[in-house]
């Protein structure tokens, strides 16, 4: 078996595809952007109130037009709560927070990058809360855009090796392989490998690559790689067990490809959607738990979501793909 899988790691590393989206186009989404939607400058769509002793200057040096002048914080929460105003920035000497409603997620994401921006000069700490009882935990804008591009990378990059095994078939190699006295089962737990150990090296580089790069602050360690793994493992059965239905390459590549794109925008992976449609979605998930790991939660309930896709996905990969292996 171990065989089986260092000769399937070294094809893959020589593997252009598998390099193009598994790094260099999360890295290159990751920074475009960090840098394009980091300034503020732009007036962004929404309605918006503005609150706090500092509210007079935030809005002369924002630019912002048609702000809501809210008396105080509490009003604010009030506003939010009862959807009459997208988002409401509470500026104070110290700070500043954006309580936003629960129901414009894109509008209170693009409230945090102004706040952001204007926090920059005074280095004041930005808050955001999407409830008017409830503190949400927010990434900051590069670890989000980060974080999100390699989840929604990861999928492809997984993908890419998941197919490697109908090519086999297709090929022959596969043939040729249960020709030897292996264990199909070992046979079936080395491809299913690669794809885990591919997810895990590309995430790795990303992680690394975006820290010194862009500034991304992923958080604890630990924590970062616990759900990094787990969010593999889910990407790995999922893509392998979508994969297990079809009958050909291509085939596979564009069911797998179409469902990938579908869970990483519906997850949030580029901008916030609906909490309804993107808690059906690893993605969401993970984004999830590096914020409540930033946030200093716990992030076990991400963790266990992540890893109950893996352990319902993976079964069925096994079922569907050993009639692959059988001989």
Not at 199 to 220: D, K, N
Not at 254 to 273: D, Y
Request: glycine share 10%.
């Amino acid at each position: 078996m171990l065989r089986i899988l260092l000769k399937d790691l070294r094809r893959r590393s020589r593997d252009s595809m598998l390099l193009v989206f598994g790094v260099v186009l999360p890295l290159g989404m990751a920074f475009v952007f960090g840098v394009t939607l980091s300034g503020g400058g732009s007036q962004p769509s929404g309605r918006y109130g503005v609150a706090g002793p500092s509210a007079a200057e935030f809005t002369q040096r924002t630019g912002l037009q048609d702000l809501k002048p809210v008396a105080d914080a509490a009003q604010a929460r009030r506003l939010a709560e009862t959807n009459e105003l997208d988002a409401v920035f509470v500026v104070s000497p110290t700070g500043i927070e954006v309580v936003g409603s629960v129901d414009a997620p894109l509008a209170v994401q693009l409230a945090r990058e102004v706040a952001e921006s204007y926090a920059l000069p005074g280095g004041q700490n930005v808050q955001v809360v999407q409830d008017a009882t409830l503190g949400t935990r927010e990434l900051d804008t590069r670890t989000y855009h980060a974080a999100g591009a390699a989840m929604f990378f990861a999928f492809f990059a997984v993908m890419l090796s998941v197919t490697g095994l109908f090519e086999e078939r297709r090929n022959g190699t596969l043939a040729r392989l249960l020709s030897m006295p292996v264990p199909r089962a070992s046979i079936l737990t080395a491809k299913l490998l690669v794809g885990v150990i591919v997810g895990l090296a590309g995430m790795a580089l990303l992680v690394a690559a975006t820290t010194l790069l862009l500034g991304v602050r992923w958080g604890p360690p630990a924590g970062v790689a616990a759900l990094i793994v787990a969010g593999v493992l889910a990407a790995t059965g999922l893509m392998t067990a979508l994969a297990s239905f079809a009958r050909t390459p291509e085939q596979a590549a564009n069911w797998q490809s179409t469902a990938a794109a579908v869970l990483g925008l519906l997850g949030g992976s580029f901008f916030p959607v609906a909490p309804e449609l993107s808690m059906f979605t690893p993605h969401h998930w993970f984004l999830e738990g590096l914020a409540e790991l930033r946030g200093g939660a716990s992030i076990l309930p991400a963790l266990a979501v992540l890893l109950a896709v893996a352990a319902l996905s993976f079964p069925v990969a096994a079922l569907r793909v050993r009639r692959m292996v059988a001989p």
